[in-house]
Structure formats: C-alpha cells, structure tokens
C-alpha cells in the first residue's frame, strides 16, 4: 500500500497509546481509526483501487463547538473488499459510484479542530492537539468486508467503552 498523505509531517502512525493511534483511550472513550497529522489541504490519494460507495459531512460545529465541517469518503477496495473510511477531509473530489485508481487524490486533510473554540473544558487530547499545532489531520478507519455501509456512514471514530464496532479492523498495518 502507498502512503496517502505525501505532506503528512511523518510517514509513518503513530504508535500505539500515541495521540491518533488505533483503539486509544481518550478517557471517555477509544479511537477506531488512525491520524495522519498534515497541513490542511494537503492531497489525500487513494491506497488501492476501489469504488466510492458514500460521501457525507463527518464532523461539524453543530455536534462539537471545537470542531469545523470535515467530511469522508468511504471506498470498498477493489481486490480485497475492505471498507476505508477517509474521514476529516477538507474537500472531497470524488462522487459516490466512482471508480478509484491508487494514487487518486480523492480529497484534501481539513483542519478539524477550530482552536478559537477549545477550552480549558474540551477534552486533554483536544487541548494537547491545539498545543502541539496537529489541527488538520486525515482520520482514516478501516472495515471488513460485511460492514454494512449505512452503519459505517452515521459518524462514529470513537467507541465507549467495552463497545468494539461490529466489523472494525485495525487500520494500522493497511498502508504497509
């Protein structure tokens, strides 16, 4: 697999427990996806060939003051069947039937997090994330085949706990 994000400020995931990594404990609950941490607009391309099978708004100010309006893109992986979730984009340039090819930009990181908006009240990773200027992100989650894709669409990435999405894949091996 190829890396999606050619700007990202690393090429490689955060570890695990990291900021952004897979399952972390943010408290009150756990993180089902990946961050890959970029400069908003940096292209995001597509991993492998595949279909898009939905585009939605992800995270918007009307469900958490601190957040702007992302959105994400899901495709289903041509040879394997596997469900990705592209999520916090700041554009998308894709529509739902197309068919993608590897390297495809498909979207652009948008910036999520709208400092002016977080406080000493929004959670510690929230508060850390605006410390450290890691804003803009691609949230990239990764389904089995069998996920339905409606469930996926209806916004998630996190998980209370003792609740693991039914068909969640650990994304962490996915970009090579």
Known sequence: ?????????????????????????????????????????????????GKVIAVGIFTSPEKVVYWNTTYYVLIRDSHTGLIGRWAELGGVEVKPGQIVKERQVIGRVGQVLNPDKISEASPEYIRCLKQKGRMSMLHFELYAAAAVPEEIGAYLSNAPPGVYPAHLLDPSGYFG
């Open 1 to 49: 697999m190829r890396w999606p994000v050619s700007e990202s400020f690393e090429k490689k995931l955060p570890r695990p427990g990291m900021p952004g990594s897979f399952w972390e404990h943010r408290g009150d609950r756990y993180h089902c996806g990946v961050d890959i941490y970029a400069p908003a607009g940096s292209p995001v391309c597509a991993a492998e060939e």
